[in-house]
Every structure is written in C-alpha cells, then in structure tokens.
C-alpha cells in the first residue's frame, strides 16, 4: 500500500515510510492511495477475537510492508493488562435499547489517545528499522491536553527517539498539566506556549516545514516525525475501534450482521470522526456519523454550510481537549471527498492560511450533509448532561462525553432517527475532577488531583490507578515560551 500527500500526488512512499515522516514535507498529509475493503466475512471472523487481533487484521490491511505476525506482537504490547484496565480495551456500554457509550479511556493516561498512542511507538521504531534511518527521530507534539501525555507515555525511553510536546499555557485541566509535567523519562521534553492549541499545533507546522531547521537537526543527527493526528500512524489504530464496536455488537445480539449503526464523536482535530469515516468507507455498515462539537463550533458550522471559517472568538471551556478552531484532519476527508483532487485541497488550504477561511465546492457540501450531521454543545448543556446521565442511569462521565450525548440528543430530535447508535467517551471523568463534581451537584474541595479523592466519595467510581500515582508526584518540567519562540525551545532540546 502506497502513501501519498493530499497536496501532492505525485509523493508517493510506502507506508513505513509514512509513519516515519508523520507529515509530507509539503504541508499536507499522508493518505493511502486506496480504502481496503472488508465484508462480512471479515466481520464474523473478528466477532469472537480479542481486540488485539482485531487490531492486527485491519492494520495489515493498510500497513502492507509490515508482516500480521508482527502487527500482532505490537498489538499485544501495546493493549495488554499492564497498559489497559479491562480485558476489552475498548468496551461498550449499554445505556438504553438503542444506545451504546464506546469508552475509549482504559488506557495508561485515561484517554482515548492511548488507542493510537501505545501503538504508534512501536510502529515508528519498526519503521526507522525497515528503512535502514540511523538519525533520532524527535517526536513534536502539540497537544490540548490529552495528545501530550499519551505520546509521552507511549514514547519514553523508546530507543533512537526523543519528544518534546507543547501545550497551551492555562488551557489544559490542572489533571492534564499535572500527568504532563511529571512525566518520567530521559528523552521526553514538554513546554507550555502562551497562546491556545492553535497557536502551539500551527508552531509545529511551521517547523516541519521550515527546511533550515530540519537541515540543522540533520547535522545534529536528529529528523521530525509526529505524533499528532496528522500521523496516519495515529488514526490507523482509531479505525479499529469502530470496527471492534461493531463486532461486539454482533456478539452480544444487539444487532444484526449488516444492520446500520450511526457513531457521533466529540472531536476538535476531526481525527477521531475521520477514523469513523474511513471505517464506513471500508465498508463497514455505518449511518450517520455525528460530529458533535463544544462552544467552539467551526465544525457544526462547516458541516451544515460548507463554509469553514476560523475567524471567531476562542472559547476556553470545561472540555479543553476540544478547544480548537483549526481541525488539522478534515483536510483528508476533503481530499477524499473531492475524488483525491490535490490541486482542489491545495486551494482550501491556501485559503486558511492567508484569510483564515474557505468553501467548499457544492459536490463536496452535498457530501459532508449526506455523510454527517454537526451540533455543538455549551457550557450549561455539558454539566446538565454530566448531571442527567449520573442521575438517570448511575453513569459518570467527563465533559467531552457529555458533548457527545447531548448532541446526540439534539440529533434524535432534529432528525427523528433512532438508530442504534455508540456515542464516543473519550476520556475518564478523573481527569476533569472540578467541573464533573460542579454538575452533579458538588463543590469542589481544591483543586488538581487533590479532588480526585472527593470525586470519588460521592460517586463510588474508582478511580484509574495512574491517576491515583500523581498525587506528591514531583513536577520535572517548567518551561513556556512565546509562539514565536517554539523553534528555539525544539533546537535547545536537541543540542
């Protein structure tokens, strides 16, 4: 399987190559030239399999310079029971007749993250042996508060690799900041930026494509690869979940083989949605995927009029993992939505350089409305669902899950579908203490970690083992720089 760049065409690598370099030198991003397909006889031969073998199948599809035995190897390391917390990895969670929570946070940070982020590792460092790299690949990471910590779990101490994350000064949970600034490791490197997410993700950008920056890391013996999103290396593993969700479905008789199931994700970056989209594109029986956003809703609004414009007020809100204005992955689905058209991409993306917006063409718009449906939900509305789902169904969740159940309630009542649909929980409410035990009717004693313990009082939830370890745990790390002083914190990390 060949990897091309949606700005680009004409580059073209295989796909070790790809989960090395993390972004094209172009600016665009590393998309395999064709979506394997899988029917149900692939479905049915996964219904009774672990999810490790799950995971193994479908990336095998993609990763075809990479052997299944070795997928494997990497798939039992990487979802394990001294990394997940539960048999499944990925359960779900029945909460009524036709709606199912996929809770994606059993991981070692107690987010969703950990899906890709104990997998990419380990096929970044089979990548830098099969194309024979001696140079140290240094991971850049910019982060709005779970990336961070999930790449420098996965990635510490992995040989022949150093990281170094940004993350937006004041912008991440006190929980958040306290997993990244204690991270343990002698290649890890982290600094806040005073600025939002999208000051610190278009800073990496720009040094990915800086040429005199890669030329000097060159002579010090270092390259820049990712572990961002825009890593295909990182949304190849999200493409498993939905798969797996729709096996268990089968296996536990909640539907039928070939029965449609719609997924709505909350999503800032459009990477979780994408790895839906991709697994509907495989063939998987997908309805409606539904993007459900917080108080910043470019999203909603690209989606419902083809327009997608960054030029709005940046909105810090109790779901900070999705505070973010410029959605680096939807820049794969427009390149498969216009038929792989670089030329077409290229433009939109010029356009959101230079003013901040683009739209759309009218095949493309009609597209998105057919494929997706976009909502956003508030501040009140996030704790008012915190607060229903605790009291209705005895099920505690964070402020990004309740943006997904809440706009999936909007959806039924818009569209009147009820289809059986998985709603995405995308990480534990520990990390997200203050806010979670202000909607269930609680106040807050301090604040950090130090309410981890309160949270788990009132509610009985346990709370997740690593979570628990930050407590006294001894900050490393302090440093912050303006945004346009990421380029020199990136060459002092790799003197």
Not at 19 to 46: C, H, N, W, Y
Not at 245 to 251: F, N
Request: with cysteine.
């Amino acid at each position: 399987m060949k990897y091309y760049s949606t700005r680009d065409k004409s580059v073209r690598m295989e796909a070790a190559e790809a989960v090395k370099m993390g972004l094209s030198r172009d600016g665009g991003l590393l998309t395999p030239v064709e979506i394997p397909q899988i029917d149900e006889a692939f479905l049915r031969a996964l219904v009774d399999q672990p999810y490790a073998v799950r995971a193994a199948k479908v990336m095998a599809l993609y990763l075809t310079d990479y052997t299944e035995e070795e997928l494997l190897g990497f798939a039992n390391n990487a979802y394990g029971p001294e990394k997940f917390d539960t048999p499944a990895v990925a359960p779900l969670r029945k909460v009524d007749a036709n709606t199912h929570c996929l809770e994606l946070w059993h991981g070692p940070t107690s987010a969703f993250k950990d899906m890709a982020l104990q997998m990419l590792p380990q096929l970044l460092s089979a990548a830098l042996r099969k194309t024979g790299e001696d140079k140290t690949a240094c991971i850049l990471v910019a982060t709005s508060g779970d990336t961070g910590k999930a790449a420098m779990e996965g990635f510490a101490d992995v040989p022949q690799t150093k990281i170094l994350v940004f993350y937006p000064k004041d912008g991440v949970s006190a929980v958040q900041e306290a997993q990244m600034v204690t991270q343990e490791g002698a290649n890890v490197g982290v600094c806040a930026v005073v600025g939002n997410f999208d000051d610190a993700q278009a800073g990496v950008k720009r040094i990915f494509s800086d040429e005199a920056i890669r030329a000097t890391l060159a002579e010090r013996g270092y390259f820049l690869s990712s572990a961002n999103s825009i890593n295909w290396g990182r949304i190849l593993p999200q493409v498993v979940y939905y798969i797996s969700a729709y096996c268990d479905l089968l296996r536990d008789g909640e539907i039928t083989m070939g029965d449609k199931v719609n997924f709505c994700v909350p999503t800032g970056n459009f990477g979780d949605i994408l790895a839906a989209y991709y697994a509907k594109r495989m063939g998987l029986p997908v309805g409606k995927l539904i993007c459900a956003s917080n108080r910043n809703d470019v999203l909603t609004d690209f989606l419902r009029t083809g327009i997608y414009d960054r030029n709005r007020p940046f909105h810090t809100t109790m779901s900070p993992s999705m505070d973010i204005l410029v959605s680096s992955n939807l820049e794969r689905l427009l390149f498969d939505l216009s038929g792989e058209n670089d030329e077409e991409v290229r433009g939109y993306m010029d356009a959101l350089a230079k003013t901040g917006k683009y739209e759309v063409s009218d095949a493309i718009r009609a597209a998105l409305q057919e494929q997706y449906w976009g909502g956003y939900c508030d501040e009140a509305g996030t704790a008012a669902t915190i607060a229903r789902y605790e009291r209705d169904y005895g099920y505690l969740i964070d402020t990004h899950t309740a943006v997904a159940a809440d706009v999936l309630a909007q959806y039924r009542a818009a569209t009147g579908d009820e289809t059986l649909t998985v709603f995405a929980s995308t990480a534990s409410p520990y990390k997200f203490c203050n806010h979670v035990l202000t909607a269930i009717g609680q106040t807050p004693e301090g604040d950090g970690v130090g309410l981890l313990e309160q949270l788990h009082s009132v509610s009985g939830v346990a709370i997740p083992r690593r979570l628990a370890a930050l407590k006294g745990k001894a900050r490393r790390f302090d440093l912050t720089c303006e945004k346009a002083g990421m380029d020199g914190v990136v060459l002092d990390f790799l003197r």
